[in-house]
């Protein structure tokens, strides 16, 4: 069966570094790959998709790759502020189809 | 601009009994979704609407119905609510159901089932 997995382990970055998240998958061929922004007692926030053909994909800070030999992505969020603390969703969809799985989240905090 | 509203955020039910979870979004999207939450797994789709007057099953289905009232509202229903549905309910919403449209959630409904 398909399988989606984030950083099993929380993240602790001093502010200012690069926080770097991966999400790998298996028995899986994604189209798309989309992340998505949690804070706590709030829905998920959408931030970046990327397509199967595009390596790389920027948001300001935020720069994503996709590897579909591999079967990873990396989510980075370069010079890390404490506001960046927060739970961090990769989702996974293949082209045609409105299904969109979920990883279970990396928990991200920026100390000041 | 409200987005995607759900109500009521909290909710305490004992076995056996029913409610229905209510979500409502002002955005003019087609599609609307049904997830929950459950700690250390991914968010979990229960049931979508492609457009106003489908529905169909996701995921995990079983103990849940659903109605499209209309495009803005797409509510869930527990007929006979169980323990193991102890979880946080999501509603989402896209301009359209596409594997590349993003979603829109609301800030979820918590259900304890006692």
């Known amino acids: 069966s398909q399988k989606i997995e984030q950083n099993s382990e929380a993240l602790n970055i001093q502010e200012g570094k690069t926080a770097t998240l991966t999400c790998n998958y298996t028995n899986y061929s994604p189209a798309y790959l989309q992340w998505y922004r949690q804070d706590p007692g709030r829905g998920p926030v959408f931030l970046l998709l990327i397509r199967e053909n595009e390596k790389e994909k920027r948001k300001e800070r935020l720069k994503v790759t996709f590897d579909t030999t591999l079967k990873q992505s990396l989510f980075h969020i370069t010079a890390s502020q404490p506001a960046d603390s927060a739970t961090y969703l990769c989702?996974?969809?293949?082209?045609?189809?409105?299904?969109?799985?979920f990883g279970a989240g990396t928990t991200v905090t920026v100390r000041a | 601009n409200a987005g995607v509203t759900q109500t009521p955020k909290f909710q305490v039910l004992k076995t056996g009994q029913s409610m229905t979870l209510q979500c409502a979004q002002d955005?003019?999207?087609?599609?609307m979704y049904w997830y929950r939450q459950d700690p250390g797994m991914g968010l979990r789709l229960i049931y979508y609407s492609a457009s106003e007057g489908t529905t169909d099953k996701g995921e995990v289905p079983n103990g849940y119905n659903v109605s499209r009232l209309n495009k803005r509202e797409f509510s869930l229903r527990l007929e006979s609510a169980a323990p193991s549905q102890t979880s946080v309910y999501f509603c989402a919403s896209s301009p359209q159901t596409g594997s590349n449209s993003p979603l829109h959630f609301g800030n979820g409904t918590r259900l304890t089932v006692t």
């Open positions: 955005m003019n999207h087609n599609s």
């Open positions: 989702a996974l969809s293949r082209s045609n189809d409105y299904k969109l799985s």
